[in-house]
Every structure is written in C-alpha cells, then in structure tokens.
C-alpha cells in the first residue's frame, strides 16, 4: 500500500513537471521502481523528510534514472544540520542533532556535488530562501570549510563555510540512482 501510494506521488509530480525529465516515459520508470523494492523505500524517506523527489534524467551509461529533490527549499527535515561527522564532534556546544553527510546515507542518497545542485537549478528555481550543502572536494574540507549553494537575484550562487557551522535555513538535497 505505501508503495502504491508513493508511486502515485512520484507520477503526478512527473507529469506535473515534464521539463525536468524530456522524453523519458513514466511507465518505463514505474517498471524499474517496482522491480526494486529497496529504491522506493529510499525515495520514500526522501519524501518523508520533504525532499520531494522527482526524476531528472537517464544515464545513458549506467541505464539508470536519476532522482533529485525538488522541494522548491532545501528539505525541511534535513536542516540545521552541520557538515560532516567531524564538524559535529567539533562542536562543544550547541550541537545540531546531525549532520548532512551521515544523514545522506541513512536515507541511502549521494548528497548532491557543485555540478548536479548546478544542473538541477536548470531545471527549476531551488533554495531561494534557504540553502544546501554540496559535496565539498577534499582539498576544501581538509582545511575546515565546506560548500553549500543557493539561488539569489536570479543566479546560483556556490559559498563556503566552516563545516561546523549549521542554520536553521541549511540543509541538503541527495540524487539516488534507480
């Protein structure tokens, strides 16, 4: 039943959204899901935490379809979360109750990197009051910083920050391949 009723979702946001996903077929993506128990029950904690997701595009390569989140914020389940399990065991005080890297992979998703937040924001305008927490290359982290990116006065912009640091308005967005 959860299934079926998170199936439902997923294809009315797909025809509700057709230029995020050009000359794919939603039957086609309803075939594979149904034959993968386990990517609907990730897409539906990406639904739960209010990520939204829908389809936005086919890998050619590895012939699977790519979900994103498209809440038109970042999820609001997943905010106030710092960076990494490392930004969190820095912090003494005032700790976030998580952090966006290892909440990624409980849900079972890649958080999003600078090229893919980029190309979702071609799709639609994301986190025009709130912001997301990229993947950040190593030679950033390793220094104590990490990137996040959102979308003002009609660009997308791509900051840094301390990894410890969290806001209420910062979250993450994640891409499962299915």
């Given amino acids: 039943m959860l299934a079926d009723n998170l199936l439902t979702t997923l294809q009315t946001r797909f025809e509700k959204n057709p230029q995020r996903h050009k ?3 939603w039957s086609e993506i309803q075939k594979k899901l149904e034959a993968k128990p386990e990517k609907l029950e990730i897409l539906h904690k990406m639904e739960d935490s209010g990520g939204e997701p829908d389809v936005v595009g086919f890998d050619k390569k590895s012939c699977e379809y790519l979900f994103m989140d498209c809440s ?3 999820p609001k389940g997943r905010r106030s979360f710092c960076y990494d399990k490392a930004a969190l065991d820095k912090r003494k005080e005032n700790r ?3 952090n966006a ?17 980029s190309y979702l924001q071609t799709l639609g305008t994301f986190d025009t009051k709130t912001s997301s927490w990229l993947l950040t290359p190593e030679n950033i982290r390793s220094l104590g910083g990490a990137i996040f990116g959102d979308f003002r006065y009609g ?11 969290y806001y209420a308005a910062r979250g993450f967005r994640g891409l499962l391949r299915v």
């Fill in 23 to 25: 000359d794919l077929e």
């Fill in 72 to 74: 038109a914020e970042s």
């Fill in 96 to 98: 976030p109750k998580n």
């Fill in 101 to 117: 890297v290892d909440a990624a992979a409980e849900i079972g998703i890649e958080l999003l990197d600078e090229e893919q937040y």
């Fill in 155 to 165: 660009t997308v912009f791509i900051y840094h920050n301390g990894a410890d640091s």
